[in-house]
Structures are given as structure tokens and as C-alpha cells.
């Protein structure tokens, strides 16, 4: 099985801040990765997809990169709607999520 | 508009069955891949089956030979049938359609998510 994970767990970051969360898969899965956004008793929201590609109506604020074993989702500038949790996603093998990054107030 | 409605879930008995339902409005979900990922209270996300829309169908080992996924075109709906169920099935079940192509499938829609509790 695939192995996710994603590192900082928690981060506090302020409204305006560049935000960059990383997540390590335990093999290569080429670019078959997706970040999900989720906020409190909701779903998760799909953001990005194979690596780098933004899903139709997500801000362009966020962005993903990466390949083989090493990703990243950035938020170039921090909007009081971006404090949620974001998972990462593999599904070269299966489907397996990372453990979850935090993105709360400073 | 494209949605996912699950409906099912509720507080049930260790060793007790419950089968959880999702409605599709906005495409078919026959013509999809439709998957259920289940996430235990405070926890991360568990995917747990598949149906492709061939009709082949796949399990996480944690729920294999006791739960089974399916589906009712003539409904548009999917559901997982869950028995034996035990404590750490506990979790909001949410559905979800895929989207991709060749080998490789992401999910791009997801329901709200139906809450299920195994106890006593």
C-alpha cells in the first residue's frame, strides 16, 4: 500500500500569508495526486488535481506541484475563507489520503 | 446542477447490518466510477470501496467480506450494505463520483456525508 504524508500537522498562519503544505507519498505516484479542501461538518472540496492542475472554479490563489514522491499546495496569499484542513490524495495505486494539515488563525 | 444525497446512517448495535443509500441528480451514476470513503470522528479520510462502471467492485481490507457497494440505475442511486459492523466502523459515510481517465481516478464530487455509530 501507498503511504501518505503530509507535513506541517497544524500550521497558524495570518490572512495574507504564503501558506505551502507538503506531502510525501512512499513511492512514486508520478503526478496521480489530488488536494482536497475541508472545513468543519462539511465535505471534502476537491482543489487540485494530477499534482498541478486546478479543478474549474477553485481561486488561483492555490496551486500544487510536484511529481514522483515530494508535492506541494500553495496558497499564495491567505483569505479568512482558506482556514481549513487539506489533504492530499494518491490514486496511482488505490486511493490514499494523507493525514490531514490544519490551517488555522495566528 | 450535480449532487450527492446520502441518506442511511443513524446509531446501530455492534454486529447489527445497516445499508447506506446515495442519490446522483445532475449525471449518471452508471456511467461512473462511485466510490464510499467513511472519516471516524476527529480522524482523516478512509476510502472504502468502489464500483466501476463496468460493475466490477473493490474493498479496503478493513471492510472486506463485510460490506458490499451497488448500485440501482433505474434509481440513479449507489448504496453500501453494511453488516458485522463494529465499533470502528464508526464515521460520517460520505459518496463520492470520480473523475479521470485511462487507469487513473480522482474524486470530484462528494455528498454531504451520512453519520454512522456502532454501539452499544
Known amino acids: 500500500d501507498i503511504q501518505m504524508t503530509q507535513s506541517p500537522s497544524t500550521l497558524s498562519a495570518s490572512v495574507g500569508d504564503r501558506v505551502t503544505i507538503t506531502c510525501r507519498a512512499s513511492q512514486s505516484i508520478s503526478s496521480w495526486l489530488a488536494w482536497y479542501q475541508q472545513k468543519p461538518g462539511k465535505a471534502p472540496k476537491l482543489l487540485i488535481y494530477?499534482?498541478?492542475s486546478l479543478e474549474s472554479g477553485v481561486p488561483s490563489r492555490f496551486s500544487g506541484s510536484g511529481s514522483g514522491t515530494e508535492f506541494t499546495l500553495t496558497i499564495s496569499s491567505l483569505q479568512p475563507d482558506d482556514f481549513a484542513t487539506y489533504y492530499c490524495q494518491q490514486y496511482n495505486s488505490w486511493w490514499t489520503f494523507g493525514q490531514g494539515t490544519k490551517v488555522e488563525i495566528k | 446542477e450535480v449532487q450527492l444525497v446520502e441518506t442511511g446512517g443513524g446509531l446501530i448495535q455492534p454486529g447489527g447490518s445497516l445499508r447506506l443509500s446515495c442519490a446522483a441528480s445532475?449525471?449518471?451514476?452508471?456511467?461512473?466510477?462511485m466510490s464510499w470513503v467513511r472519516q471516524a470522528p476527529g480522524k482523516g479520510l478512509e476510502w472504502v470501496s468502489v464500483?466501476?462502471?463496468?460493475?466490477?467492485?473493490y474493498y479496503a481490507d478493513s471492510v472486506k467480506g463485510r460490506f458490499t457497494i451497488s448500485r440501482d440505475n433505474s434509481k440513479n442511486t449507489l448504496y453500501l450494505q453494511m453488516n458485522s459492523l463494529r465499533a470502528e466502523d464508526t464515521a460520517v459515510y460520505y459518496c463520492a463520483r470520480y473523475s479521470g481517465n485511462y487507469y487513473y481516478y480522482y474524486m470530484d464530487v462528494w455528498g454531504k456525508g451520512t453519520t454512522v455509530t456502532v454501539s452499544s
Open positions: 464500483i466501476y462502471s463496468g460493475g466490477s467492485t
Open positions: 445532475g449525471f449518471t451514476v452508471s456511467s461512473n466510477y
Open positions: 494530477k499534482a498541478s
